[in-house]
């Protein structure tokens, strides 16, 4: 818990507000409703998609950019309000005035995921080392 502190005052630090949410499953099913309308019930199965959303990335169900042109995209995208979630907690955030947010501020965190307000675009950082970071824009 400690260490969701120090992230969380990190952000702050930097200019953001940061306003606790309690609904981590609402954005979870957002998420796979904006980015993953396009894949199969079949193939979410086949994917193991309900243990991990990003599964959709890593199993080449959805193109996107991955590792260091992840990180350059998500660095360069202009951020107003973004939401903050992790797969598997309940805790969620919205993050106000989150222009200088960029990957590094995300520290040691792991299946997480941010989305600008609109739900137009994703980053995920997964616990995998050898899986993402992912970055997806809708087209």
């Known amino acids: 818990m400690e260490e969701k502190l120090k992230f969380v005052q990190h952000l702050i630090n930097k200019g953001m507000k ?35 959303l990003w599964h959709i ?15 350059a995209a998500f660095d360069q995208m202009e951020k107003k309000n973004c939401y903050l979630f992790s797969q ?4 969620s955030f919205e993050l106000l005035n989150a222009e200088s947010l960029k990957v590094e501020d995300l520290g040691e965190e792991t299946d997480i995921y ?9 980053f995920v950082k997964t616990h995998e080392s050898v899986c993402g970071p992912y970055f997806y824009q809708l087209p």
């Not at 598997?88 to 805790?91: C, F, G, L, Y």
């Open 114 to 122: 941010v989305v600008d307000e609109d739900f137009t675009w994703t």
């Open 88 to 91: 598997h907690h309940i805790v």
């Open 57 to 71: 990335f890593s199993f080449g169900a959805l193109k996107c950019l991955e590792k260091d042109e992840a990180e």
């Open 18 to 52: 940061v306003e606790e949410e309690l609904d981590g499953q609402h954005f979870r099913e957002k998420w796979e409703e904006r980015f993953a309308a396009g894949i199969d019930d079949k193939t979410k199965k086949d994917i193991y998609f309900n243990r991990f």
